[in-house]
């Protein structure tokens, strides 16, 4: 399932959402960084496996990934017997996506802005996810409100994210090639209080951050065998780890 090129109603109505992702398709029409390639590593089990115990999802449920990229996480709500749905801005990476997901028929991949997700969508979703996503955007009230609006009543989303306080991210942005911070900044949006503010205005409930892990991803994928990630973790400081855990969940209407 498409939604046509040119129909953008969130760009119509803001220069700023149309700059952006028209930034977005460009960078990743020249560029597929190989930290998204679909494999099946230790560092991707470390974050959906996260991500799934956040969320409590059940088998049987319906997924929304948002900025799905070529489906390294998507493919396991797939498998894990989920109905899942999938939306990705880049018509590059939903291309991927597509073929990656042909083992599973019935998923559907959506190329799109989130904000634009056609409204027969609303309120069918279990669970609303997202992997490193949510530094990307640049309307991120107007992007929690939107995803709030997908959730089922009592649903959940869950986001796996950089954290902004772990020094390193600076040193990565700056030294690896392709990485440009004005596609990065955005992580020091998600501070805690920051977090919290915009949850609440967009009408979600139970805003939680947790943080977790230790090691970049090719160390992580190198030791896992070895079996120190965890210890290392635990001896890391919890305000330092490098990936946060952000999960929330849509009011009941009786609430």
């Known amino acids: 399932m498409n939604v046509p090129s040119q129909q953008h ?15 977005q398709r460009d960078y990743y029409a020249r560029r597929k960084p190989v930290r998204m390639d679909v494999t099946d590593s230790a560092y991707v089990r470390l974050h959906f496996n996260h991500a799934l ?18 489906g390294r996480f998507t493919r396991r709500f797939a498998a894990g017997g989920n109905e899942v749905t999938a939306v990705e801005l880049s018509p590059a990476l939903a291309a991927d996506c597509r073929q990656h997901l042909a083992p599973w028929p019935a998923a559907k991949v959506l190329t799109a802005d989130l904000l634009d997700a056609p409204e027969l969508l609303r309120q069918q979703f279990d669970v609303v996810a997202g992997f490193f996503m949510l530094h990307h955007l640049t309307c991120l009230d107007r992007h929690l409100a939107a ?17 902004p306080w772990n020094p390193l991210y600076a040193v990565q942005i700056t030294c690896t090639p392709g990485m440009r911070w004005s596609e990065e900044v955005g992580i020091y949006n998600l501070g805690h209080g920051n977090l919290r503010r915009l949850a609440t205005a967009a009408g979600l409930a139970d805003l939680k951050v947790e943080r977790y892990g230790c090691l970049p991803r090719w160390l992580h994928n190198q030791l896992d065998r070895s079996g120190v990630n965890p210890w ?13 855990l952000i999960t929330a969940r849509r009011p009941n209407p009786d609430e």
């Open 232 to 244: 290392l973790e635990k001896l890391t400081p919890r305000g330092l780890r490098p990936f946060q």
């Open 53 to 70: 115990a956040a969320s409590g999802l059940q088998r049987g449920e319906t997924v929304l990934e948002v900025g799905a990229g070529m």
């Open 147 to 163: 995803i709030n609006a997908l959730l089922k009543p009592g649903g959940r989303c869950v986001f796996v994210e950089p954290n």
């Open 9 to 23: 109603p969130a760009e119509q109505d803001s220069p700023e959402i149309r700059e952006h992702n028209a930034g």
